[in-house]
């Protein structure tokens, strides 16, 4: 009975340097969220997959960052030329279905700090 | 735009009492409200989910209501324990751009024992 896993669990990366975080969501879930949260706020929505397709991409907040799912399990979150601002909690969380009344199970986080 | 704020920012109590932490929400158009918790260095457990069409649900000693038209939850903690010491979120579920949730800031809670 895994749940969600996220790896690795902390990353210190230099400034422009890319790193690429990896959510395993649980068996057979359909749909594949990515959040991030800064210290002490909420988790943004970043983006969202619904097997292997992208449906939603509107939270990336530039360019640098890059989502994909290729074969509809396994996630990665990159993040080109990592800056100062990237520093905080990247969440993943997976959901059974499609529908909107599901409940999203979140992983543990990787906690990203960019010096 | 939606946006979710919970008040108090933190919250200390002594064991035993009961509470109530608050969530409001600008838009009423949601297809649920989820409250979490989320301890220090983990991930977020979901705790009760609340369709629009509900008005409560309850889980032994949580109870959490939601009055959709005037933008507001609750989420009420009976005989609070040390152990429900946590980071508690509330989040709703758009009906525009549904898939996203949108979440407050947390409200830190501390009980002492």
């Known amino acids: 009975g895994a749940g969600v896993s996220q790896s690795p669990r902390y990353k210190v990366a230099k400034r422009g340097q890319d790193v690429a975080l990896r959510c395993d969501p649980i068996s057979g879930h359909v749909s594949l969220f990515w959040y991030q949260q800064a210290l002490g706020q909420g988790p943004e929505f970043l983006t969202y997959?619904?097997?292997?397709?992208?449906?939603?991409k509107s939270g990336l907040p530039s360019d640098r960052f890059f989502a994909e799912r290729p074969e509809g399990s396994v996630s990665t979150l990159k993040i080109q030329r990592t800056q100062q601002e990237d520093s905080a909690v990247y969440l993943c969380a997976s959901s059974s279905g499609s529908g909107f009344q599901e409940t999203q199970y979140f992983g543990p986080g990787t906690r990203l700090l960019v010096l | 735009k939606q946006e979710v704020t919970q008040i108090p920012a933190a919250l200390s109590v002594p064991e035993g009492e009961n509470l109530v932490l608050n969530c409001s929400f600008t838009?009423?158009?949601?297809?649920?409200l989820q409250w979490f918790r989320q301890d220090p260095g983990k991930g977020l457990t979901s705790l009760l989910l609340?369709?629009?069409?509900?008005r409560e649900q309850t889980s032994g000693r949580l109870n959490a209501s939601l009055d959709k038209s005037s933008g507001r939850s609750t989420l009420y903690i009976a005989a609070s324990q040390p152990g429900d010491s946590a980071t508690y979120l509330c989040a709703v579920r758009p009906i525009q751009g549904a898939q996203k949730l949108v979440f407050g800031q947390g409200t830190r809670l501390t009980i002492n024992p």
């Open positions: 838009d009423s158009a949601i297809y649920n």
């Open positions: 997959f619904q097997n292997e397709a992208q449906l939603d």
């Open positions: 609340i369709q629009s069409s509900q």
